[in-house]
């Protein structure tokens, strides 16, 4: 079973920063395309980033294209996502997910292990 546990969400002003990570519990770490996701209360899950096994493939969601930097260390089996000029429409909570069958996807169904997320909110 893979494990995910993300870090770093918090509170913060609009315009500043976060910076989350998410570690992965398997030694098969590069096997796996990792994504970030978030969820705002009464929304659906919704795609924020996608990298590939080695981080050479990276899309970004047009709402946060600009602004968010996703990247991996496949060292440590975690990935990160830094998060710059936060809007108050950022505000979710943030979830860290394995695609163990893909070596890339931007689908919230081709996603199978997922963190417990972690809260980001931002205020005006």
């Known amino acids: 079973q893979v494990q995910l546990v993300e870090s770093g969400g918090g509170l913060v002003q609009a315009g500043g920063s976060l910076s989350l990570s998410c570690a992965v519990s398997?030694?098969?770490?590069?096997?796996?395309?990792m994504g970030w996701f978030r969820q705002a209360p009464g929304k659906e899950r919704e795609f924020v980033v996608a990298i590939s096994r080695y981080g050479s493939r990276i899309a970004y969601a047009d709402s946060v294209k600009g602004r968010f930097t996703a990247s991996r260390d496949n060292a440590k089996n975690t990935v990160y996502l830094q998060m710059n000029s936060l809007k108050p429409e950022d505000t979710a909570v943030y979830y860290c997910?394995?695609?163990?069958?893909?070596?890339?996807?931007?689908?919230?169904?081709?996603?199978?292990?997922w963190g417990q997320g972690t809260q980001v909110t931002v205020s005006s």
């Open positions: 398997e030694r098969t770490f590069t096997s796996y395309a």
């Open positions: 997910a394995v695609a163990s069958k893909v070596v890339f996807t931007t689908r919230r169904d081709e996603y199978d292990y």
